[in-house]
């Protein structure tokens, strides 16, 4: 399909554990978002890139966290030393322009992480 | 920090009624969005409004941007077990951040 998709779908890690939650989004789009959605909450801003250009992270919860996007396409978010707060849903989105034209964000369908 | 609010957190209803949903703020947006999320999903677009006064219609589904766009409400007429989901708003602080509210959840029943 054309979508965002993101992998693995469901992950579950042991306290202490470092993760990687892969996002491929739709192709040719400038800007990538990366969002922590907790159980029954809306989606919270965590980093977001303009091709490979990390503009932004100020959602970061904390330095254990750490997003790439090396070559403008694939963007990498990496969870180290992983505590049960960081239990959550992980989404990705893209868009076809850069972050501050307000083009459509299109969203993956995330990763749900539980930690253990 | 700018913060969005959403009423009612929770919504049951039954098929064939009307609700409206609302999203509320203290700040400003240069535009605020609505999206739909469902289990195991991530949100889908329902619609962008921008001027502040904006009504914009989807089928059954009617969005309104407040005048001051600080807050905004989603109308649905004769809901449909389809329309079960997550509603949620987001607001746009002129490109320098994406704010999402909490959300509301409903549940339409047959």
């Known amino acids: 399909g054309a979508g965002v998709s993101q992998s693995p779908r469901y992950k579950v890690a042991k306290r202490g554990q470092d993760v990687a939650l892969r996002c491929d989004p739709i192709s040719g789009h400038v800007s990538l978002f990366w969002y922590q959605q907790a159980l029954g909450q809306g989606p919270e801003f965590l980093t977001y890139?303009?091709?490979?250009?990390?503009?932004?992270k100020s959602g970061l919860p904390s330095d254990r966290f750490f997003a790439e996007r090396p070559e403008g396409s694939v963007s990498t978010l990496k969870i180290q030393r992983t505590q049960q707060e960081d239990s959550a849903v992980y989404l990705c989105?893209?868009?076809?322009?850069?972050?501050?034209?307000?083009?459509?964000?299109?969203f993956g369908p995330g990763t749900r992480l539980t930690v253990l | 920090t700018q913060l969005l609010e959403q009423s009612p957190q929770f919504l049951s209803i039954q098929e064939g009624e009307n609700l409206t949903v609302y999203c509320n703020s203290s700040s400003v947006f240069s535009s605020l969005q609505w999206y739909r999320q469902e289990p195991g999903e991530g949100p889908v677009l329902l619609v962008t409004v921008v001027t502040g006064g904006e009504v914009k219609k989807l089928k059954r589904l009617t969005f309104q941007f407040g005048d001051a766009r600080k807050d905004s409400s989603l109308h649905i007429t004769a809901a449909q077990p389809g329309d079960t989901g997550l509603y949620l708003c987001a607001g746009d602080n002129y490109g320098q951040n994406f704010v999402f509210g909490p959300g509301t959840r409903l549940s339409v029943l047959p």
């Open positions: 989105a893209s868009s076809k322009g850069p972050p501050q034209s307000t083009d459509t964000q299109y």
């Open positions: 890139f303009q091709n490979e250009a990390q503009l932004d």
